[in-house]
């Protein structure tokens, strides 16, 4: 199981009661939650900000969702991103997927289900994570 104290989550969505509900249960489950209502906004978080996983709806006043992940992974290679939306389809989903999100997500959510996508992204990226550090020992060892 990972651990969740310090994790710090950014969730961009341009509806503020979305946002509001999502954080108050990623607070409840002991995550530090960041928020964002444009593409924009996002990006100055990232910047200024290390984040463990990102949180995107694919609609949002200023860049596509998709785009905004794909500019946010220049930043942070390899953050876990789920793509949210109330306009899902299979092109959107697969879409999201081809170009690096690690989940897709229809609103409504239910929030166990959005909790559950967040604890296996998160534990995939600990797993690359610890793949990466043994790959550079085993570089080291073998030099």
Known sequence: MISIETRRILVIDDEPEILNFIE????????????????QE????????????ILSDLRLPDVDGVELMQEIHT?????????????????????????GAFDYLT??????????RITKALEFADLQGQVRHL??????THK
């Open 42 to 53: 996002a990006l100055d978080h990232v910047k200024a900000n290390h984040c463990d996983l």
């Open 24 to 39: 108050i249960h990623l607070v409840n489950a002991g995550f530090e939650v960041l928020k964002a209502l444009t593409g």
């Open 107 to 116: 609103k409504p959510m239910a929030i166990q289900d959005l909790m559950f």
């Open 135 to 140: 790959q550079d020992a085993l570089k080291d």
């Open 75 to 99: 930043v942070l290679p390899g953050v876990p991103t789920i793509i949210m939306t109330a306009y899902g389809t299979i092109e959107n989903a697969v879409d999201a997927m081809r170009q």
